[in-house]
Protein backbone atom coordinates (compact mmCIF):
# COMPACT_ATOMS: atom_id res chain seq x y z
CA UNK A 1 0.00 0.00 0.00
CA UNK A 2 1.43 4.01 -1.12
CA UNK A 3 0.36 7.41 -0.62
CA UNK A 4 -3.86 7.61 -1.23
CA UNK A 5 -5.22 10.70 -3.49
CA UNK A 6 -6.12 12.53 -0.17
CA UNK A 7 -2.14 12.03 0.83
CA UNK A 8 -1.53 13.44 -2.47
CA UNK A 9 -3.67 16.56 -2.29
CA UNK A 10 -2.39 16.98 1.51
CA UNK A 11 1.40 16.86 -0.27
CA UNK A 12 0.30 19.08 -3.40
CA UNK A 13 -1.50 21.54 -0.70
CA UNK A 14 1.34 21.58 1.80
CA UNK A 15 3.82 22.16 -1.06
CA UNK A 16 1.40 25.53 -2.38
CA UNK A 17 1.07 26.64 0.77
CA UNK A 18 5.03 26.95 1.74
CA UNK A 19 5.68 28.22 -1.68
CA UNK A 20 3.06 31.04 -1.81
CA UNK A 21 3.84 31.40 2.12
CA UNK A 22 7.68 31.76 1.19
CA UNK A 23 7.42 33.71 -1.90
CA UNK A 24 5.37 36.46 0.34
CA UNK A 25 7.99 36.47 3.63
CA UNK A 26 10.44 36.97 0.82
CA UNK A 27 8.81 40.36 -0.63
CA UNK A 28 7.97 41.16 3.49
CA UNK A 29 10.75 40.18 5.63
CA UNK A 30 13.49 42.20 3.14
CA UNK A 31 12.19 45.56 3.66
CA UNK A 32 11.59 44.96 7.30
CA UNK A 33 15.13 42.99 7.94
CA UNK A 34 16.53 46.07 5.88
CA UNK A 35 15.04 48.42 8.56
CA UNK A 36 15.96 46.18 11.56
CA UNK A 37 19.65 45.95 10.60
CA UNK A 38 20.23 49.98 9.40
CA UNK A 39 17.47 51.66 11.87
CA UNK A 40 19.08 54.03 14.85
CA UNK A 41 15.11 54.19 15.81
CA UNK A 42 14.03 53.20 19.63
CA UNK A 43 11.38 51.45 18.00
CA UNK A 44 14.16 48.62 16.62
CA UNK A 45 13.50 46.53 19.82
CA UNK A 46 9.95 46.31 20.08
CA UNK A 47 9.51 45.26 16.22
CA UNK A 48 12.62 42.68 16.81
CA UNK A 49 10.86 41.10 19.56
CA UNK A 50 7.47 41.19 17.79
CA UNK A 51 8.81 39.39 14.89
CA UNK A 52 10.45 36.62 17.17
CA UNK A 53 7.35 35.77 19.20
CA UNK A 54 6.47 32.81 16.77
CA UNK A 55 9.64 31.48 17.81
CA UNK A 56 9.25 31.47 21.42
CA UNK A 57 5.50 30.63 21.70
CA UNK A 58 3.24 27.43 21.27
CA UNK A 59 1.43 27.54 17.62
CA UNK A 60 -1.74 27.18 19.69
CA UNK A 61 -1.71 30.98 21.21
CA UNK A 62 -1.11 32.16 17.70
CA UNK A 63 -3.48 30.56 15.90
CA UNK A 64 -6.02 31.48 18.61
CA UNK A 65 -5.42 34.77 18.55
CA UNK A 66 -5.57 34.52 14.64
CA UNK A 67 -8.68 32.68 14.84
CA UNK A 68 -9.76 35.52 17.11
CA UNK A 69 -9.12 37.99 14.60
CA UNK A 70 -10.13 37.05 10.98
CA UNK A 71 -13.96 35.34 12.51
CA UNK A 72 -16.77 37.03 11.99
CA UNK A 73 -16.25 39.12 15.18
CA UNK A 74 -12.79 40.17 14.77
CA UNK A 75 -11.43 43.21 13.34
CA UNK A 76 -9.68 41.64 10.11
CA UNK A 77 -12.42 39.61 10.38
CA UNK A 78 -15.49 42.66 9.82
CA UNK A 79 -12.77 43.82 7.37
CA UNK A 80 -13.00 41.00 4.81
CA UNK A 81 -16.46 41.01 5.30
CA UNK A 82 -17.20 44.71 4.33
CA UNK A 83 -15.32 44.28 1.39
CA UNK A 84 -17.24 41.56 0.66
CA UNK A 85 -14.49 38.70 0.40
CA UNK A 86 -16.05 37.08 4.05
CA UNK A 87 -14.22 35.46 6.73
CA UNK A 88 -10.52 33.46 6.65
CA UNK A 89 -10.64 31.46 8.76
CA UNK A 90 -10.84 28.04 7.69
CA UNK A 91 -10.25 29.03 3.96
CA UNK A 92 -6.73 28.75 2.20
CA UNK A 93 -6.11 32.20 2.21
CA UNK A 94 -6.53 32.21 5.93
CA UNK A 95 -3.78 29.16 6.46
CA UNK A 96 -1.21 31.42 3.85
CA UNK A 97 -1.95 34.53 6.70
CA UNK A 98 -1.38 32.75 9.96
CA UNK A 99 2.19 30.40 8.13
CA UNK A 100 3.51 33.81 6.88
CA UNK A 101 3.37 35.36 10.62
CA UNK A 102 4.57 31.95 12.11
CA UNK A 103 7.65 31.63 9.91
CA UNK A 104 8.42 35.15 9.57
CA UNK A 105 11.38 35.39 12.04
CA UNK A 106 12.93 32.15 9.96
CA UNK A 107 12.90 34.39 7.23
CA UNK A 108 13.93 37.44 8.90
CA UNK A 109 16.31 36.96 11.01
CA UNK A 110 18.56 35.19 8.43
CA UNK A 111 18.55 38.60 6.46
CA UNK A 112 18.63 40.99 9.01
CA UNK A 113 22.52 39.09 9.90
CA UNK A 114 23.42 38.88 6.63
CA UNK A 115 22.71 42.88 6.02
CA UNK A 116 24.19 43.52 9.42
CA UNK A 117 27.15 41.49 8.24
CA UNK A 118 27.47 43.58 4.82
CA UNK A 119 27.39 47.18 7.19
CA UNK A 120 26.45 50.44 6.07
CA UNK A 121 29.99 50.76 4.04
CA UNK A 122 29.05 49.01 0.74
CA UNK A 123 25.57 50.83 0.64
CA UNK A 124 27.42 54.26 0.88
CA UNK A 125 30.06 53.59 -1.27
CA UNK A 126 27.32 52.39 -3.77
CA UNK A 127 25.80 55.75 -3.61
CA UNK A 128 29.21 57.89 -3.78
CA UNK A 129 29.61 55.84 -6.90
CA UNK A 130 26.34 57.42 -7.97
CA UNK A 131 23.73 54.94 -7.57
CA UNK A 132 20.00 55.32 -5.98
CA UNK A 133 18.98 52.84 -3.53
CA UNK A 134 17.07 50.84 -5.68
CA UNK A 135 19.86 50.30 -7.53
CA UNK A 136 22.31 49.65 -4.69
CA UNK A 137 20.01 47.26 -3.46
CA UNK A 138 20.18 45.32 -6.68
CA UNK A 139 23.54 45.90 -7.95
CA UNK A 140 25.19 45.63 -4.10
CA UNK A 141 22.86 44.28 -1.33
CA UNK A 142 21.44 41.37 -3.00
CA UNK A 143 24.40 40.04 -4.21
CA UNK A 144 26.27 39.93 -1.23
CA UNK A 145 23.29 38.94 0.63
CA UNK A 146 22.33 36.19 -1.47
CA UNK A 147 23.89 33.13 1.36
CA UNK A 148 21.64 35.15 3.65
CA UNK A 149 18.26 34.81 0.97
CA UNK A 150 19.23 31.35 0.70
CA UNK A 151 19.20 30.38 4.02
CA UNK A 152 15.51 32.59 4.76
CA UNK A 153 13.96 30.86 2.08
CA UNK A 154 15.21 27.35 2.77
CA UNK A 155 13.94 27.95 6.62
CA UNK A 156 10.99 29.94 5.94
CA UNK A 157 9.35 27.00 3.22
CA UNK A 158 10.71 23.99 5.60
CA UNK A 159 8.91 25.43 8.92
CA UNK A 160 5.74 25.94 6.78
CA UNK A 161 6.00 22.67 5.83
CA UNK A 162 5.87 21.32 9.31
CA UNK A 163 3.04 23.94 10.97
CA UNK A 164 0.65 22.02 12.85
CA UNK A 165 -0.77 24.17 15.80
CA UNK A 166 -1.30 27.36 13.92
CA UNK A 167 -2.94 25.28 10.95
CA UNK A 168 -5.36 23.52 12.78
CA UNK A 169 -6.50 26.44 14.98
CA UNK A 170 -6.86 28.50 12.37
CA UNK A 171 -7.60 26.38 9.00
CA UNK A 172 -9.31 22.95 10.46
CA UNK A 173 -8.96 20.17 8.30
CA UNK A 174 -11.21 20.64 5.09
CA UNK A 175 -10.00 17.88 2.37
CA UNK A 176 -7.78 20.06 -0.10
CA UNK A 177 -8.43 23.45 1.37
CA UNK A 178 -6.16 23.33 4.26
CA UNK A 179 -5.53 19.77 4.89
CA UNK A 180 -2.05 20.20 4.85
CA UNK A 181 0.47 16.90 5.47
CA UNK A 182 0.88 17.49 9.04
CA UNK A 183 -2.65 17.12 9.60
CA UNK A 184 -3.01 14.08 7.07
CA UNK A 185 -0.38 12.55 9.49
CA UNK A 186 -2.78 13.11 12.44
CA UNK A 187 -5.89 11.41 10.76
CA UNK A 188 -4.09 8.67 10.20
CA UNK A 189 -3.00 7.59 13.50
CA UNK A 190 -6.53 8.97 14.38
CA UNK A 191 -7.95 6.52 12.68
CA UNK A 192 -5.30 3.78 13.43
CA UNK A 193 -4.06 3.70 10.04
CA UNK A 194 -0.26 3.30 10.88
CA UNK A 195 0.88 2.06 7.84
CA UNK A 196 -0.18 5.57 5.70
CA UNK A 197 0.67 7.68 8.63
CA UNK A 198 4.13 5.86 8.74
CA UNK A 199 4.68 6.39 4.52
CA UNK A 200 3.37 10.35 4.82
CA UNK A 201 6.08 10.67 8.06
CA UNK A 202 8.96 9.17 6.65
CA UNK A 203 8.62 11.43 3.59
CA UNK A 204 8.20 14.25 5.62
CA UNK A 205 11.74 12.86 7.61
CA UNK A 206 13.30 12.65 4.76
CA UNK A 207 12.27 15.89 2.58
CA UNK A 208 13.40 17.33 6.09
CA UNK A 209 16.83 16.07 6.51
CA UNK A 210 17.68 16.74 2.84
CA UNK A 211 16.48 20.09 3.03
CA UNK A 212 18.73 20.78 6.45
CA UNK A 213 21.49 18.74 4.24
CA UNK A 214 21.01 21.32 1.54
CA UNK A 215 21.43 24.52 3.75
CA UNK A 216 24.42 23.23 6.40
CA UNK A 217 26.27 21.96 3.24
CA UNK A 218 25.91 25.32 1.19
CA UNK A 219 26.82 27.35 3.93
CA UNK A 220 30.46 25.80 4.20
CA UNK A 221 30.85 26.85 0.83
CA UNK A 222 30.02 30.34 1.77
CA UNK A 223 32.48 30.89 3.98
CA UNK A 224 34.83 31.89 1.49
CA UNK A 225 33.54 35.57 0.97
CA UNK A 226 33.49 36.65 4.83
CA UNK B 1 32.12 81.36 -11.82
CA UNK B 2 33.40 81.43 -8.42
CA UNK B 3 36.49 78.81 -8.15
CA UNK B 4 35.72 77.99 -4.44
CA UNK B 5 34.48 75.77 -2.36
CA UNK B 6 32.26 76.67 0.71
CA UNK B 7 31.89 74.72 3.27
CA UNK B 8 29.60 75.74 6.78
CA UNK B 9 28.60 72.83 9.05
CA UNK B 10 27.35 72.94 12.56
CA UNK B 11 26.50 69.29 13.74
CA UNK B 12 25.79 68.53 17.63
CA UNK B 13 26.18 64.42 18.95
CA UNK B 14 26.74 63.98 22.65
CA UNK B 15 29.97 65.11 23.85
CA UNK B 16 30.64 66.64 20.12
CA UNK B 17 29.99 69.53 18.60
CA UNK B 18 31.06 70.73 14.73
CA UNK B 19 31.15 74.38 13.79
CA UNK B 20 32.47 75.31 10.82
CA UNK B 21 32.54 77.87 7.97
CA UNK B 22 35.61 77.12 5.21
CA UNK B 23 36.13 79.08 2.12
CA UNK B 24 38.94 76.56 0.30
CA UNK B 25 40.50 77.05 -2.86
CA UNK B 26 38.66 75.27 -5.60
CA UNK B 27 41.54 73.33 -7.20
CA UNK B 28 44.72 71.46 -5.80
CA UNK B 29 44.93 69.50 -2.79
CA UNK B 30 43.88 71.03 0.36
CA UNK B 31 44.24 68.92 3.90
CA UNK B 32 41.69 68.50 6.68
CA UNK B 33 44.58 67.97 9.45
CA UNK B 34 43.89 67.32 13.27
CA UNK B 35 43.81 64.76 15.88
CA UNK B 36 41.29 61.67 15.86
CA UNK B 37 38.37 63.17 17.45
CA UNK B 38 39.07 66.37 15.59
CA UNK B 39 35.93 66.03 13.54
CA UNK B 40 38.07 65.93 10.27
CA UNK B 41 36.19 62.75 9.21
CA UNK B 42 32.63 64.15 10.25
CA UNK B 43 33.22 67.25 8.35
CA UNK B 44 34.12 65.05 4.93
CA UNK B 45 30.97 62.80 5.29
CA UNK B 46 28.74 65.75 5.90
CA UNK B 47 30.26 67.16 2.42
CA UNK B 48 29.49 63.98 0.78
CA UNK B 49 25.91 64.05 2.15
CA UNK B 50 26.78 60.73 4.17
CA UNK B 51 25.58 62.52 7.25
CA UNK B 52 22.82 65.22 7.59
CA UNK B 53 24.19 68.24 9.74
CA UNK B 54 21.90 70.95 10.75
CA UNK B 55 22.46 73.36 10.00
CA UNK B 56 24.80 73.65 6.45
CA UNK B 57 25.53 75.18 3.56
CA UNK B 58 28.37 73.43 0.81
CA UNK B 59 28.71 74.91 -2.34
CA UNK B 60 31.39 73.02 -4.79
CA UNK B 61 32.41 75.57 -7.05
CA UNK B 62 29.25 76.62 -9.18
CA UNK B 63 27.24 73.85 -7.41
CA UNK B 64 25.15 74.04 -4.30
CA UNK B 65 24.55 70.64 -2.81
CA UNK B 66 23.21 72.02 0.19
CA UNK B 67 21.60 74.96 1.86
CA UNK B 68 19.73 74.33 5.14
CA UNK B 69 18.02 77.50 4.57
CA UNK B 70 16.27 76.64 1.58
CA UNK B 71 15.38 73.38 2.41
CA UNK B 72 17.88 72.02 -0.43
CA UNK B 73 19.83 68.66 0.25
CA UNK B 74 20.98 67.49 -2.60
CA UNK B 75 21.20 63.40 -2.32
CA UNK B 76 24.72 61.72 -2.18
CA UNK B 77 24.13 59.75 -5.39
CA UNK B 78 23.34 62.96 -7.49
CA UNK B 79 26.61 64.79 -5.92
CA UNK B 80 29.69 64.42 -8.37
CA UNK B 81 32.14 63.67 -6.02
CA UNK B 82 34.66 61.02 -5.20
CA UNK B 83 34.79 59.46 -2.00
CA UNK B 84 38.04 57.31 -0.63
CA UNK B 85 37.32 55.50 2.31
CA UNK B 86 39.70 54.54 4.80
CA UNK B 87 39.61 50.94 3.72
CA UNK B 88 39.51 50.77 -0.07
CA UNK B 89 35.92 49.06 0.40
CA UNK B 90 35.90 47.54 -3.47
CA UNK B 91 32.81 45.37 -4.18
CA UNK B 92 33.78 41.76 -2.86
CA UNK B 93 31.62 40.05 -5.30
CA UNK B 94 32.61 42.08 -8.65
CA UNK B 95 36.05 41.60 -10.03
CA UNK B 96 38.00 44.69 -10.75
CA UNK B 97 37.11 45.59 -13.69
CA UNK B 98 33.48 45.60 -12.46
CA UNK B 99 34.15 47.46 -9.33
CA UNK B 100 35.56 50.28 -11.90
CA UNK B 101 33.11 50.40 -14.35
CA UNK B 102 30.61 50.22 -11.07
CA UNK B 103 30.36 54.29 -11.13
CA UNK B 104 31.58 54.54 -14.86
CA UNK B 105 28.12 53.35 -16.22
CA UNK B 106 26.26 55.39 -13.62
CA UNK B 107 27.30 58.50 -15.79
CA UNK B 108 25.99 59.94 -18.77
CA UNK B 109 28.45 59.59 -21.37
CA UNK B 110 28.90 63.54 -22.37
CA UNK B 111 29.88 63.57 -18.19
CA UNK B 112 32.42 61.74 -18.66
CA UNK B 113 35.93 62.94 -18.75
CA UNK B 114 38.38 60.45 -17.43
CA UNK B 115 38.44 57.22 -19.51
CA UNK B 116 39.18 53.33 -18.08
CA UNK B 117 42.00 53.19 -20.15
CA UNK B 118 43.72 56.74 -18.66
CA UNK B 119 42.67 55.94 -14.66
CA UNK B 120 43.98 52.28 -15.01
CA UNK B 121 47.28 53.36 -16.41
CA UNK B 122 47.67 56.68 -13.95
CA UNK B 123 46.96 54.27 -11.10
CA UNK B 124 49.20 50.97 -12.35
CA UNK B 125 46.32 48.47 -11.88
CA UNK B 126 46.05 47.82 -15.55
CA UNK B 127 47.49 43.81 -14.74
CA UNK B 128 44.82 43.63 -12.28
CA UNK B 129 41.28 44.13 -14.17
CA UNK B 130 39.97 40.13 -14.35
CA UNK B 131 41.74 39.76 -10.54
CA UNK B 132 38.89 39.61 -7.74
CA UNK B 133 39.83 42.33 -4.86
CA UNK B 134 40.64 39.56 -2.07
CA UNK B 135 43.70 38.64 -4.23
CA UNK B 136 44.80 42.23 -4.30
CA UNK B 137 47.25 44.00 -1.35
CA UNK B 138 46.16 46.69 0.34
CA UNK B 139 47.73 49.12 -1.38
CA UNK B 140 46.32 47.76 -5.05
CA UNK B 141 43.21 47.28 -3.81
CA UNK B 142 43.16 51.30 -2.47
CA UNK B 143 44.61 52.43 -5.74
CA UNK B 144 41.64 50.24 -7.93
CA UNK B 145 39.33 52.60 -5.07
CA UNK B 146 40.61 55.37 -6.41
CA UNK B 147 40.05 54.77 -10.34
CA UNK B 148 37.43 54.00 -9.17
CA UNK B 149 35.99 57.36 -7.81
CA UNK B 150 37.87 59.35 -10.69
CA UNK B 151 35.83 57.34 -13.26
CA UNK B 152 32.88 58.91 -11.86
CA UNK B 153 34.71 61.92 -13.16
CA UNK B 154 34.02 63.99 -9.87
CA UNK B 155 34.31 68.05 -9.42
CA UNK B 156 35.23 67.30 -6.07
CA UNK B 157 37.94 64.52 -4.27
CA UNK B 158 37.68 63.52 -0.52
CA UNK B 159 39.93 61.07 0.88
CA UNK B 160 39.35 60.25 4.29
CA UNK B 161 43.16 59.12 5.42
CA UNK B 162 42.98 56.84 2.40
CA UNK B 163 46.92 55.72 3.83
CA UNK B 164 45.89 54.89 7.38
CA UNK B 165 45.15 51.57 6.88
CA UNK B 166 48.27 50.50 5.00
CA UNK B 167 51.62 50.18 6.82
CA UNK B 168 54.35 52.04 5.98
CA UNK B 169 55.64 50.49 2.74
CA UNK B 170 52.26 50.45 1.11
CA UNK B 171 52.20 53.93 1.79
CA UNK B 172 55.21 54.85 -0.22
CA UNK B 173 53.98 52.68 -3.16
CA UNK B 174 50.62 54.62 -3.11
CA UNK B 175 52.11 58.53 -2.84
CA UNK B 176 53.42 58.67 -6.23
CA UNK B 177 50.26 58.01 -7.40
CA UNK B 178 48.41 60.50 -5.74
CA UNK B 179 50.74 62.97 -6.09
CA UNK B 180 50.77 62.13 -10.10
CA UNK B 181 46.98 62.78 -9.80
CA UNK B 182 47.47 66.19 -8.00
CA UNK B 183 49.93 66.93 -10.79
CA UNK B 184 47.19 65.39 -13.98
CA UNK B 185 43.96 66.13 -12.99
CA UNK B 186 42.53 69.09 -12.37
CA UNK B 187 39.95 68.09 -9.88
CA UNK B 188 39.95 69.37 -6.28
CA UNK B 189 40.67 67.44 -3.39
CA UNK B 190 39.93 67.16 0.29
CA UNK B 191 42.28 65.27 2.01
CA UNK B 192 41.88 64.48 5.61
CA UNK B 193 44.65 63.37 7.48
CA UNK B 194 47.08 62.89 10.48
CA UNK B 195 49.77 62.85 9.70
CA UNK B 196 52.13 65.85 8.98
CA UNK B 197 54.45 64.20 6.73
CA UNK B 198 51.36 63.26 4.35
CA UNK B 199 49.76 66.71 4.79
CA UNK B 200 53.39 68.45 3.75
CA UNK B 201 53.67 65.95 1.26
CA UNK B 202 50.61 66.85 -0.47
CA UNK B 203 48.69 69.71 0.06
CA UNK B 204 48.27 73.30 -0.75
CA UNK B 205 46.53 74.40 1.46
CA UNK B 206 45.74 73.44 5.10
CA UNK B 207 42.79 73.57 7.28
CA UNK B 208 43.86 72.98 10.99
CA UNK B 209 41.10 71.01 13.14
CA UNK B 210 40.71 70.33 16.81
CA UNK B 211 37.38 69.48 18.69
CA UNK B 212 35.02 70.37 15.84
CA UNK B 213 36.58 74.19 15.12
CA UNK B 214 38.88 75.17 12.67
CA UNK B 215 42.17 76.99 14.22
CA UNK B 216 43.83 77.41 10.79
CA UNK B 217 42.96 77.36 7.06
CA UNK B 218 45.72 78.71 4.90
CA UNK B 219 48.32 77.71 2.42
CA UNK B 220 50.32 74.72 3.46
CA UNK B 221 53.92 76.98 3.94
CA UNK B 222 52.39 79.45 5.76
CA UNK B 223 50.35 77.07 7.58
CA UNK B 224 52.77 75.27 8.83
CA UNK B 225 55.29 78.40 10.32
CA UNK B 226 52.52 79.92 12.30
CA UNK B 227 53.97 79.67 15.89
CA UNK B 228 50.65 80.25 17.57
CA UNK B 229 49.06 77.16 16.21
CA UNK B 230 49.24 73.87 18.14
CA UNK B 231 51.08 72.32 15.25
CA UNK B 232 54.03 74.47 16.62
CA UNK B 233 54.44 71.68 19.67
CA UNK B 234 54.48 68.76 16.89
CA UNK B 235 57.89 66.81 17.56
CA UNK B 236 57.81 67.35 13.42
CA UNK B 237 56.97 70.92 13.52
CA UNK B 238 58.59 72.09 10.33
CA UNK B 239 58.17 74.15 6.79
CA UNK B 240 56.98 73.63 3.47
CA UNK B 241 59.27 74.83 0.92
CA UNK B 242 59.11 74.97 -2.64
CA UNK B 243 62.78 74.84 -4.51
CA UNK B 244 63.35 75.61 -7.98
CA UNK B 245 66.64 73.57 -9.25
CA UNK B 246 69.25 75.86 -10.40
CA UNK B 247 72.07 73.14 -11.10
CA UNK B 248 73.21 69.83 -10.42
CA UNK B 249 76.77 68.36 -9.33
CA UNK B 250 76.66 65.12 -10.95
CA UNK B 251 80.31 64.35 -9.54
CA UNK B 252 79.15 64.80 -5.83
CA UNK B 253 75.38 63.97 -6.60
CA UNK B 254 74.28 67.14 -5.15
CA UNK B 255 71.36 69.22 -6.36
CA UNK B 256 71.76 73.00 -5.97
CA UNK B 257 68.08 74.20 -5.06
CA UNK B 258 66.86 78.27 -4.89
CA UNK B 259 64.74 79.05 -2.43
CA UNK B 260 61.77 81.17 -3.80
CA UNK B 261 61.99 84.81 -3.33
CA UNK B 262 65.63 84.72 -2.23
CA UNK B 263 69.57 84.39 -4.43
CA UNK B 264 70.16 81.68 -1.36
CA UNK B 265 70.68 78.11 -2.10
CA UNK B 266 70.29 74.87 -0.64
CA UNK B 267 72.10 71.47 -1.25
CA UNK B 268 70.10 68.09 -1.38
CA UNK B 269 71.65 64.72 -1.84
CA UNK B 270 69.26 63.69 -4.75
CA UNK B 271 69.67 62.34 -8.22
CA UNK B 272 69.56 64.52 -11.77
CA UNK B 273 66.48 66.62 -12.40
CA UNK B 274 66.86 69.17 -15.06
CA UNK B 275 66.99 73.12 -14.11
CA UNK B 276 63.67 75.47 -13.08
CA UNK B 277 61.84 72.19 -11.84
CA UNK B 278 60.24 72.53 -8.47
CA UNK B 279 61.03 70.75 -5.59
CA UNK B 280 58.90 70.23 -2.57
CA UNK B 281 61.39 70.41 0.65
CA UNK B 282 60.13 69.83 4.31
CA UNK B 283 62.78 71.01 6.31
CA UNK B 284 62.21 70.24 9.91
CA UNK B 285 62.38 72.63 13.24
CA UNK B 286 64.65 69.88 14.71
CA UNK B 287 67.06 69.79 12.27
CA UNK B 288 67.92 73.62 12.27
CA UNK B 289 70.85 74.75 14.28
CA UNK B 290 71.41 78.55 15.00
CA UNK B 291 75.06 80.18 14.42
CA UNK B 292 76.12 84.05 15.07
CA UNK B 293 79.20 83.01 12.25
CA UNK B 294 79.19 81.69 9.10
CA UNK B 295 80.96 78.69 10.33
CA UNK B 296 82.34 77.76 7.32
CA UNK B 297 84.77 74.44 8.61
CA UNK B 298 82.05 72.01 8.79
CA UNK B 299 80.41 68.88 7.17
CA UNK B 300 77.27 70.54 7.48
CA UNK B 301 76.46 71.80 3.96
CA UNK B 302 73.73 74.28 3.73
CA UNK B 303 74.95 77.26 6.31
CA UNK B 304 71.88 79.99 5.68
CA UNK B 305 71.72 84.15 6.30
CA UNK B 306 68.67 84.95 8.77
CA UNK B 307 66.63 87.04 10.48
CA UNK B 308 64.82 86.18 13.52
CA UNK B 309 61.35 86.56 13.46
CA UNK B 310 59.65 85.66 16.66
CA UNK B 311 59.70 82.97 19.27
CA UNK B 312 57.39 80.65 21.27
CA UNK B 313 57.21 77.81 23.59
CA UNK B 314 58.08 74.15 21.48
CA UNK B 315 57.21 70.38 22.59
CA UNK B 316 59.01 70.25 25.84
CA UNK B 317 60.26 72.82 28.89
CA UNK B 318 63.82 72.77 27.64
CA UNK B 319 63.16 73.95 24.06
CA UNK B 320 61.81 77.08 22.07
CA UNK B 321 60.72 77.24 18.22
CA UNK B 322 62.20 80.56 16.72
CA UNK B 323 60.49 81.55 13.49
CA UNK B 324 63.02 82.71 11.25
CA UNK B 325 63.29 84.50 7.83
CA UNK B 326 65.20 83.81 5.11
CA UNK B 327 64.95 86.42 2.34
CA UNK B 328 61.04 86.11 2.64
CA UNK B 329 60.71 82.83 3.61
CA UNK B 330 59.86 81.52 6.44
CA UNK B 331 61.80 79.08 8.18
CA UNK B 332 61.74 77.31 12.04
CA UNK B 333 64.22 76.23 14.25
CA UNK B 334 63.84 74.38 17.36
CA UNK B 335 66.38 74.76 20.13
CA UNK B 336 67.13 75.13 23.63
CA UNK B 337 66.42 77.44 26.02
CA UNK B 338 69.75 77.25 27.09
CA UNK B 339 71.35 78.28 23.87
CA UNK B 340 68.85 80.71 23.05
CA UNK B 341 70.29 82.65 26.27
CA UNK B 342 73.75 82.09 25.18
CA UNK B 343 73.11 83.24 21.94
CA UNK B 344 70.70 86.44 23.51
CA UNK B 345 68.40 85.46 20.67
CA UNK B 346 66.39 88.59 19.54
CA UNK B 347 63.74 89.72 16.74
CA UNK B 348 65.48 91.56 14.36
CA UNK B 349 68.79 89.80 14.92
CA UNK B 350 70.67 88.55 11.90
CA UNK B 351 71.95 85.27 12.24
CA UNK B 352 73.48 82.40 10.54
CA UNK B 353 71.32 79.23 9.71
CA UNK B 354 72.27 75.59 9.57
CA UNK B 355 70.43 73.37 7.71
CA UNK B 356 71.35 69.30 9.13
CA UNK B 357 69.01 67.42 6.68
CA UNK B 358 66.29 68.29 4.18
CA UNK B 359 64.02 65.93 2.97
CA UNK B 360 62.58 65.95 -0.29
CA UNK B 361 58.82 65.53 -0.39
CA UNK B 362 58.21 65.07 -4.50
Redesign the interface.
Known amino acids: MTLSSADFAAIWLTLKLASLTTVILLLIGTPIALWLAHTRSRLRGPIGAIVALPLVLPPTVIGFYLLLAMGPHGYVGQFTQAIGLGTLTFSFAGLVIGSVIYSMPFVVQPLQNAFTAIGPRPLEVAATLRANPWDTFFSVVLPLARPGFITAAILGFAHTVGEFGVVLMIGGNIPEKTRVVSVQIYDHVEALEYAQAHWLAGAMLVFSFLVLLALYSSRKSQASWS | MTSQINVRLQLSYPGFDLDLDLQLPGKGVTALYGHSGSGKTTCLRCI ?1 G ?1 ERAGQAFVQINDEVWQDSQSNLFV ?4 RA ?3 I ?1 Q ?1 A ?1 L ?3 LSVLANLE ?2 LR ?2 ARNERRVDLAHATELLGITHLLQRTPNNLSGGERQRVGLA ?2 LL ?1 SPKLLLMDEPLAALDSQRKREILPYLQRLHAELDIPVLYVSHSQDEVARLADHMVLLSEGKALASGPIGETLARLDLPLARDDDAGVVIEGRVAAYDAHYNLLTLRLPGSTQHLRVAHGPLAVGQTLRLKVQARDISLSLDPSEHSSILNSLQATVISETGADNQAHVLVRLDVDGCAMLARITRYSRDQLNLHPGQNLWIQVKSVAVLV
Open positions: ALPVHKLGYFESFPHFGRIRAT
